[in-house]
């Protein structure tokens, strides 16, 4: 960086915009010094550029784009978080909004614009090229979350007659060629997809050969409506650097790259832990009202498992007053138990979000994680019962609360299994609804097998 640039360093040790440096571009742009502006962001990366727009106030994400006008660097605007991505977007004129989506891919032109209402997206697409608006029109046709939305429809594809030499050529001299992609499609005049042309095998074959003595026939296509999971599997599964999308009439429409799909599995793993938390969809750059919108919806749900849970221990009222000693003891066993629960839980939710866990394996694991409830259930009945022998001097109390424990960290490692598969089976994410009916199978079984066991034995 240049001038007030090189006075403020960027990023501090641990990786973060410094607090100088945000200052500087806050003070900047108050100003309305478009100039400084300039020097301190003109040499940032897109990807720092959308940090420093996500740390700005909301009222000078906008202003920064404008005054920055051509210098602004458009890659930036499909790195930031969904929530500030729509502020921006919002805020800015739809002609300008048009401007950016030009200089970007067409996964990335998606991706600003697929959350806009369709007044707002009809606008920006009215300001396009007739052709550049057929694209985005016809990605953002296909669901949500579905390899269509993040497929990149800028390709090559080529007939199989054509010669090594005509296929080099012809991407010497087209001017509309993807900046970057790594293999050469095959089709037939239908656009049917054939085969794909590495580029390292394009490059080392002669100028003579014909592109069909080349081309790789065991290639992994990707239906357009795949969802996006399902694609990263196949990344993963058979280690690709790219894959075609087809339609389901298996013609050509697009394709993902590694990038894309590093990505999803970045949205999908926060999805997946944000929403075991009880706050899916939350983002740190959320206002006040989505934030808390997010939170009271689970919060009221585990009330109500919360007043369950006491209701069970209301009906032991009696036996509580006659031996008060319980009521010290009865949060160490639902919380032994909610603890186990939430390992077994954890384990199946991922199992199940990667398909490592499903039918063929189902029971198999089903049975570890009951044998494993039921030796730590042992392994911990009699370390408690000890301590609470050695505690108050009552070889039954120790007795009750070992069983008890037993009971609940059997119970624990089945409900953490079993309520994740029951809730995949029937369409529900099991990220998001498992951790409240976990909670409220552990806390009732754990308070009601102490004190039932307590009302049998000691009163």
Known sequence: MQDAASEVQLRDEEGGIRPD??????A?????????????????????LADLISLLRPDQRAPLITMLGRDFDAAALPELDESVRDQVIEELP????????????????????????????????????????????????????????????DLIAVPPFWSVGQTIDYMSEADDLPDRFYEVFVVDPAYHLIGAVPLNRLLRSKRTARIETITEHDIHP????????????????????????????????????????????????????????????????????QTQRHRFIWLLVNLGTALLAVWVISQFEATIQQLVVLAVLMPIVASMGGNAAGQTMT??????????????NAYRVIG????????????????????????????????????????????????????????????????VASGVFVTTVTDVVGFFAFLGLATLWLI
């Open 21 to 26: 440096f945000l200052h500087a571009v806050s």
């Open 28 to 48: 900047a742009l108050d100003a309305g010094a478009a100039e400084t502006l300039r020097e301190l962001t003109l040499d940032l990366h897109a990807a720092d």
């Open 94 to 153: 739809a002609e300008q909004v048009a401007e950016v989506i030009q200089q970007l891919d067409s996964d990335e032109a998606v991706y600003l614009i697929e959350d806009l209402d369709k007044q707002e997206q009809s606008d920006i697409l009215a300001k396009l090229p007739p052709f550049e608006r057929a694209q985005l029109e016809r990605s953002l046709e296909y669901p949500e979350d579905s390899a269509g939305r993040i497929m990149q429809t």
């Open 222 to 289: 990707i239906e357009a409506n795949a969802d996006q999971e399902e694609v990263a599997r196949q990344f993963e599964r058979y280690n690709l650097t790219s894959a075609p999308v087809v339609d389901p009439d298996r013609r050509l429409v697009g394709v993902i790259t590694a990038d894309d799909v590093v990505e999803v599995v970045q949205e999908e793993a926060e999805e997946d832990i944000l929403s075991m938390g009880g706050v899916g969809g939350a983002s740190i750059s959320d206002t006040v009202w």
């Open 347 to 360: 384990v199946t939710v991922r199992a199940l979000a990667t398909k490592d866990l499903g039918a063929a």
């Open 368 to 431: 570890r994680e009951t044998v494993v409830g039921l030796l730590n259930g042992l392994l911990f009945a009699t370390l408690l019962g000890t301590i609470v022998y050695l505690w108050f001097g009552s070889d039954e109390l120790g007795l009750v609360i070992g069983a008890a424990m037993i009971v609940n960290f059997l119970v624990a490692a089945l409900a953490g299994i079993l309520i994740p598969l029951a809730l995949n089976y029937f369409g529900i994410d099991p990220a």
